[in-house]
């Protein structure tokens, strides 16, 4: 329910931002969420990387395996190479520039909100 309030709250906020500051609160949260979903896909193409290279040394088959990625390993690497490459190309592009000024400070809030978190409830 958290999540959901959240969620709708940065909506709402976003939708308000979009005619109030268009050219600016508008951009940066537009180019914030490009990069975030960028760097999910990186993720996503690591992430099968390192599960089938774990899944082959607990002992188990490609086979057995109810989905196969197509061509591995040239797709998942391709996928994380060439978003990788789209995080580096937006240096570039000065309309999505402020999305790696924005984006790295928010990454680091939410890793300490995460840990400051759980420090706390450990404190419990």
């Known amino acids: 329910m958290i999540a959901l309030v959240l969620s709708m709250t940065g909506g709402v906020l976003a939708l308000i931002s979009s005619v109030v500051a268009a050219s600016t609160v508008y951009l940066v949260l537009v180019s914030i969420s490009g990069l975030a979903v960028v760097i999910v896909w990186m993720a996503i193409a690591y992430s099968e990387i390192n599960f089938r290279k774990s899944w082959l040394q607990s002992g188990h088959k490609v086979d057995d395996l109810k989905f196969k990625t197509p061509w591995y390993p040239l797709i998942p ?25 924005y984006m790295i400070p928010f990454i680091i809030g939410c890793y300490a909100v995460y840990y400051g978190k759980n420090k706390f409830t450990r404190r419990k």
């Open 77 to 101: 690497w391709a996928a994380f190479i060439m978003s990788f490459l789209s995080c580096i190309l937006i240096i570039f592009d000065p309309t999505q520039r402020p999305a790696l000024f």
